[in-house]
């Protein structure tokens, strides 16, 4: 957004009427921001709408009361509607409808959808752009700007957040939505990415009406996904469609990379026996490598595994390193985990698991992947439906199920080394987690920040290790001794063969034995590192 500007003067003074009307300094509530919010007109709308998917920016009643402002948006006057249309086609309404209902099916802060009838019967519904909107909005994110340099009005936990680049975010989402070339991509896309889903499904685009402020769109004559009682009534099973809806939802995230960021009750209909999706103002788009990161957090969850989970937070980046406390971001994230470890996985909700999680890494220096937020509202909004449907579909259970065999899909012999792994194979993965912890203690003292927990490192899990293989390297000693021995004989008789390759064979055998007893002599070092800790 520009940086320079001339201010409307005429909007300035309609925004200070506006907040004299609502007392503002008198101070603020939850119900007086929300109807300063609708009265200021689609942009604070649009802003209300944003900020109520932020609890983790502003207070959960602010959340709660802006939520009223996607039920709440004045629709335009048919006429204006008229107007719209013609302007932006060229055509008159009547040379591409034959009806068109004027009341609306729904109207948004961008813009307004009406069903309607092609010249050829095909019924339709047709999206159109409030008039001027894009100027309108432009305009009072700049005047909001300025507000927000003088006085900022909201209660908003700031910490290291920037609330001018919350407006430059909100700005970037609401050109997306100002431009229906975007909307029409993304559903074409959406269509594409899952054409191999016999049971899903999204509306046809008209190719021929579509332009940056109107197009149209195959009308769903469906049933909302939350009309339990009319798809029994019509033969449907609700713990399918639950489950296929589940089941899509999950591979739209981890392995396409693109999923419906909105994905409540009104935008999920059943016609045919299909899940058709619709309204594609608002998708999300995971790049391949936060997708792997992801699954990874998925699977270090299910381990219990805090180290792994604070390794792949940490790798999304840091924004201020001399304010990180590794040790203290570790705790935080082993409690949210020790919570859900002694609970089966079909009683976790997964959307409170990410939106905790989320409430975790907010109180750390941590640069979160762009689009983050609105993934863990999706899967919250997501589990809601479903669980309204049937609550018996165990959404994380099938999202671990889909993220384990999308890692493995690539590398089989790693999921049946895993699924045959042996005792001893498990002690020794236990093992092999002490370089990594060890360089944790080590990365704290290097940073200044040299208190050590006992628990962070599990000195104590170390010490009972080595202790194990300091006996298992005795009775190994024992026995190389003799090897040894044996192989100096073996060796004395094989030299006194002249022969050439009976002598390298010889040499072959002694320098072998060496290599073994070398490696039993570092085992004790390891054995000795263990006494230190233990002294310690």
């Avoid at 432009?138 to 003088?150: F, M, P, Q, T």
């Avoid at 229906?180 to 046809?204: Q, R, T």
């Avoid at 009750?265 to 788009?285: A, C, E, M, Q």
């Amino acid at each position: 957004m520009p940086n320079k500007f001339i201010v409307d003067q005429r909007r300035l003074r309609e925004i200070t009427r506006v907040l004299l009307r609502n007392k503002i300094q008198t101070g603020i509530d939850p119900v007086k921001v929300r109807k300063i919010a609708e009265q200021l007109g689609p942009t604070f709308v649009k802003v209300g709408q944003i900020l109520s998917m932020r609890d983790d920016l502003i207070p959960l009643a602010y959340c709660e009361e802006l939520k009223k402002l996607r039920l709440n948006v004045q629709y335009m006057p048919f006429n204006v509607v008229c107007e719209q249309i013609e302007k932006t086609t060229g055509k008159k309404v009547n040379e591409i409808f034959s009806y068109v209902e004027e009341t609306p099916l729904g109207s948004a802060s961008i813009g307004q959808v009406h069903k309607a009838k092609l010249l050829n019967g095909e019924e339709v519904v047709f999206k159109v752009m409030r008039p001027g909107i894009y100027k309108m909005v432009e305009s009072d994110l700049r005047l909001l700007k300025v507000a927000i340099g003088a006085q900022n009005l909201l209660p908003i936990q700031t910490g290291s957040f920037d609330l001018n680049t919350l407006i430059d975010d909100v700005w970037d989402i609401i050109k997306e939505e100002m431009n229906f070339d975007h909307e029409v991509k993304n559903c074409k896309l959406f269509a594409s990415m899952n054409k191999e889903f016999e049971y899903i499904g999204a509306p046809k685009i008209y190719d021929e009406y579509t332009y940056d402020e109107f197009f149209v769109m195959e009308y769903i004559d469906g049933i909302s996904i939350s009309d339990k009682e009319k798809l029994l009534e019509l033969g449907y099973d609700p713990h399918e469609i639950c489950e296929k809806l589940a089941n899509n939802y999950i591979i739209q995230i981890v392995e396409k990379g693109l999923f419906h960021a909105d994905p409540h009750p009104g935008n999920i209909l059943i016609r045919d026996g299909k899940i058709i999706w619709i309204d594609f103002g608002s998708v999300g788009l995971i790049s391949k490598h936060d997708r792997e990161m992801y699954k990874k957090a998925l699977l270090a969850f299910i381990n219990q595994d805090a180290y792994e989970m604070q390794n792949i937070i940490l790798s999304f980046g840091v924004l201020d390193e001399s304010k990180l406390d590794y040790s203290l971001l570790y705790s935080d994230i082993e409690s949210m985990m020790f919570k859900y470890s002694s609970m089966n996985a079909g009683d976790v909700n997964m959307g409170e698991l990410l939106d905790e999680l989320l409430k975790v890494i907010k109180h750390h220096p941590i640069v979160l992947p762009k689009g983050l937020t609105a993934f863990g509202r999706s899967i919250i909004t997501i589990q809601g439906v479903i669980n309204e449907v049937d609550p018996t579909i165990e959404l994380i259970s099938m999202f671990i199920n889909i993220a384990k065999s999308d890692i493995f899909k690539d590398d089989d012999y790693k999921q049946k080394t895993l699924i045959n792994a042996s005792r001893t194979v498990n002690a020794l993965s236990k093992t092999a987690k002490i370089p990594s912890q060890i360089a944790t203690l080590l990365d704290l003292g290097v940073k200044g920040r040299a208190r050590v927990n006992l628990d962070i490192v599990n000195i104590e899990d170390l010490n009972k290790s080595l202790k194990n293989i300091g006996t298992k390297i005795a009775y190994a000693l024992v026995i190389g001794t003799f090897a040894l021995a044996l192989a100096i004989i073996l060796a004395a008789l094989l030299f006194a063969q002249e022969n050439i390759l009976i002598t390298l064979f010889a040499i072959v055998i002694c320098v072998a034995t060496i290599v073994i007893i070398g490696g039993l002599l570092v085992g004790l070092i390891a054995l000795a590192i263990g006494k230190h800790f233990r002294r310690k």
